[in-house]
């Protein structure tokens, strides 16, 4: 068997949260760990491939191998992706924040006892993955995921269109998968539908670059 099945191919994964300032001691996030991602980083690096991981803020260290690209916001990340092309594979694994405040203001905002609470005007961040399937510079494979509390499969079919990807890795997050150790994924294409049993982010991680692999022999 090939060893390095994915030697001379360049794998660009986007791993971790966003963090969308308030005002420069505040800011909106999620509780991603980028875990799933530096894993998928770590197996692709592993498999051959020259790696690009544009990391939101996590305390992880970077995977042997692994060119690490650290940003902060969602439109950083989407700058740093743009940056990073051309690749042959894609992996949006980062749990980007869908909205960022409007005017993050240059000072902190105080509370100043009134009671009255300031009001944050939300505005939609870029979706990476779906500007990145509708780029002139399209990956060959491009790789989203769908983190859900419920009816994984569906959510993840119906992103399949909505974003352009080649895959959706459905993921259930209603229990401790994010910032936990485990993970249990379906893997949606136009070919149907791959379940995998509950299994450690490393394992996930390596089921996945062996499918990636299978694309490029
Ligand atoms: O729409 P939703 O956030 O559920 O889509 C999740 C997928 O889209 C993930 O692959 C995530 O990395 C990607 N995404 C993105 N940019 C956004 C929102 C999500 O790349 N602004």
Redesign the pocket.
Known sequence: VDEKPLAGRHVLI?AGPTHEPIDPVRYIANRSSGRQGFAIAQAAAQAGASVTLIAGPVDLPTPHGVRRVNVET?RDMAAAVEAALPADVAV?????A?WRVADAGAHKIKKDGSGIVPPLALVE??????GLCASPRRPRLVV????ETQDVIAHATA?LAR?GADWIVGNDVSGDVMGGLRNSVHIVSADGVDSLPDLPKEAVAAALVERISRVFV
């Open positions: 986007t969602a949006m694994v980062a749990a980007v869908d961040n870029p979706d990476i993955l779906a989203g995921f769908a983190a992103k974003k």
